[in-house]
């Protein structure tokens, strides 16, 4: 259950993104505002998370990884988000179990599928464990496309009031539950997943998945394309 902390934290970060920056998102409306939810990230700096969690109009437990939480400075912040432990790359057998109990409760799990950030801004080469543990939870994926925090690495890049995108795209299925998938299933259904991030890029951010072919949204016949953002954040 998310703590009154969230909300506090919650709260006045987007108090500092009206203040400090040009914080645009769009999309709100495909949010599920109920029921089991796996969102869905590229990542480029440590103001992402925060940022993902004002930016989606629903309360989000988050992956983090295992060393945040071996100091107490670290720890405090990321456990007002309703963080968990997990190993660096990829999810551990403890943080696969502990996702799915979450999702299982109708609760929204917010994961960083590269498992790192990004040094160039692109998307890297994903990690499997968002795209398992989707596949196992048989839950709906929401993806979204992240820009102009990479300028954020230091306190320089506050100075200018940078823009700030988040785009929120349309709620997929990586398909039927599965408890044991195969190799060649996992391998798709993370092609799939990141490519659905890369539509809500910019070109520039795409990086290997700039060609790759997102699923349909939920409830779509049709492969329905999310409008990127602009080349230039």
Request: zero cysteines; charged letters at 15%; hydrophobic letters at 45%.
């Amino acid at each position: 259950m998310i703590s009154l902390y969230y909300a506090a934290i919650t709260g006045l970060v987007k108090l500092l993104l009206l203040l400090l920056a040009r914080w645009e998102v769009t999309g709100q409306e495909h949010v599920p505002r109920k029921g089991p939810l796996l969102i869905v990230a590229n990542h480029l700096s440590l103001v992402d998370p925060p940022l993902l969690a004002a930016s989606v109009p629903r309360p989000i437990h988050f992956m983090a990884k295992r060393e945040l939480f071996t100091s107490f400075w670290s720890r405090l912040p990321v456990q007002a988000y309703g963080a968990f432990p997990v190993q660096r790359r990829g999810i551990s057998k403890e943080g696969l179990t502990l996702a799915q109990k979450l999702l299982v409760g109708g609760y929204a799990l917010g994961s960083f599928p590269e498992g790192r950030r990004s040094r160039s801004a692109q998307l890297q080469d994903a990690d499997a464990g968002a795209a398992l543990l989707a596949l196992r939870a048989g839950v709906t994926v929401l993806p979204v496309g992240i820009a102009g925090t990479e300028r954020l690495r230091t306190l320089r890049g506050w100075v200018s009031r940078p823009r700030l995108q988040v785009n929120i795209g349309a709620p997929f299925s990586l398909g039927p539950q599965a408890k044991k998938p195969k190799a060649v299933e996992l391998s798709q259904a993370t092609q799939s997943l990141m490519a659905s991030i890369a539509q809500l890029l910019p070109p520039s951010y795409r990086g290997p998945y700039a060609v790759a072919t997102p699923l349909a949204p939920v409830g779509s016949a049709t492969r329905t394309e999310a409008v990127a953002l602009g080349d230039k954040p």
